[in-house]
């Protein structure tokens, strides 16, 4: 099953299925509390923390952090990225145009 998996290229998504559904028991419950796997892209595996304090504390781990998702996901992640929250976007259509924008009336 294992070589078959393999050669339909399906073992890799497999891996990161359960590494996502194991992402407690990797990392810890309270470390899982704040943060999750984000996304996979070619050996990158991005984590996406609930808030900036967190992804700092996430940064300081990550070679203890890499350490573990690689034990569980083998050879398949080279890197672990953090990420912080993301804010909310301005842009809005196609276009853009270079200033300040709808901030500047704000203070």
């Known amino acids: 099953m294992h070589r078959i998996l393999r050669d339909l290229g399906w073992l890799d998504r497999i891996t990161i299925t359960r590494l996502v559904d194991e992402w407690p028991k990797i990392i810890g419950p309270e470390l899982a ?30 070679p203890q952090l890499t350490a573990r998702v690689q034990e569980a996901a083998g050879d398949l992640i080279r890197l672990v990225d953090v990420r912080g929250p993301t804010a909310p976007s301005w842009r809005h259509g196609p276009l853009r145009v270079r200033g300040a924008g709808p901030r500047d009336t704000y203070g």
């Open 33 to 62: 509390q704040h943060c999750r796997p984000e996304s996979y892209d070619r050996g990158v595996l991005h984590i996406q923390a609930d808030s900036t304090a967190w992804a700092t504390q996430l940064r300081l781990l990550l």
